[in-house]
């Protein structure tokens, strides 16, 4: 059976000007926040969403945006991190 995934577009500006970026894929919002703070403080959400299965031609049975959550996980754990 297939779970709901949780993906997210994270970036970062590069010092010559140009923006990289990647694509987050986890089975909970905790692993995913994990993941992001893990891959440095330079690197900030895009956007973030919640994927219901089942993928047919590409697209998901349903995708809610998930994206002020997960910022907001992110900086309270970085934020947590430093003290």
Do not use: Q
Not at 20 to 43: C, P, Q, Y
Not at 45 to 66: E, M, R
Request: proline share 4%; with cysteine; hydrophobic share 35%.
């Amino acid at each position: 059976m297939a779970k709901v995934t949780y993906r997210a577009i994270i970036e970062y500006d590069t010092p010559s000007g140009d923006t990289k970026g990647k694509n987050v894929v986890e089975f909970s919002v905790d692993e995913l926040v994990d993941e992001i703070v893990k891959a440095g403080d330079r690197w900030h959400v895009n956007h973030a969403h919640k994927c219901y299965p089942p993928l047919k031609d590409g697209k998901y049975k349903k995708v809610v945006s998930v994206t002020d959550d997960v910022r907001t996980a992110v900086l309270l754990k970085r934020l947590n991190k430093e003290e």
